[in-house]
């Protein structure tokens, strides 16, 4: 399950984060222990604790002392904003930047965006 380049605590940090996104893991769900991890991927529980401690920074998770970690309300809806700004950034901007260095007008890749949505994407160098 985790074979990523990324450090093993990190992967485990996404996964859950990807969990919660999806709705797997939903507000006030529990999730697995770090002593449950440990055993379950057969990995140091200190590594669990890692990922359990950067959610917990980033409100993702919540403790209930004695009981576990919880999956913090709000948590997807904030994840999603997240995602949804860090999409626009690293993706819709250097696709604009490279669109005005092509001399594709905006409106042309907006088209070309509305055609592949709806299923009808036309071909590259083709006005939509």
Not at 64 to 87: D, H, K, Q, T, Y
């Amino acid at each position: 399950m985790f074979d990523g380049r990324d450090p093993l605590y990190l992967q485990i940090a996404d996964q859950i984060r990807e969990d919660v996104l999806r709705g797997t893991l939903g507000a006030e769900e529990q999730v697995m222990s770090t002593t449950q991890y440990a055993t379950t991927f057969r990995i140091n529980p200190a590594t669990a604790a890692k990922a359990f401690a950067e959610l917990v920074d980033e409100g993702v998770l919540y403790k209930r002392r004695g009981i576990g970690m919880f999956v913090a309300p709000g948590a997807r809806e904030n994840l999603l904003a997240a995602r949804r700004e860090a999409f626009l950034t690293q993706v819709v901007d250097p696709v604009l930047d490279q669109a005005r260095v092509l001399g594709i007008d905006v409106e042309d890749v907006v088209a070309h965006l509305r055609a592949h949505a709806a299923g009808t994407p036309t071909p590259a160098g083709e006005p939509s």
